[in-house]
């Protein structure tokens, strides 16, 4: 039983060690994803005024 529980600990230990950098790993690739889709964004709304200038804004047309 106590080799049991001390398995159990380690595995539990290795796993609360995992914890922050998997938490920082998510936070970064949502922060990638938002800048990335800002970036579409910005592209999409300039190639739309190159292709109708009359038009002062992007988000009047949608």
Do not use: G
Request: hydrophobic share 40%; net charge positive.
């Amino acid at each position: 039983m106590d080799t049991f529980l001390t398995i159990l600990a380690l595995i539990a230990l290795f796993v609360l060690l995992a914890l922050p950098p998997l938490y920082w790993h998510v936070k970064d690739r949502a922060t990638d994803r938002r800048v990335r889709l800002a970036r579409i964004d910005h592209e999409l709304r300039e190639l739309h005024q190159r292709r109708s200038p009359n038009r002062d804004d992007y988000s009047r047309t949608n």
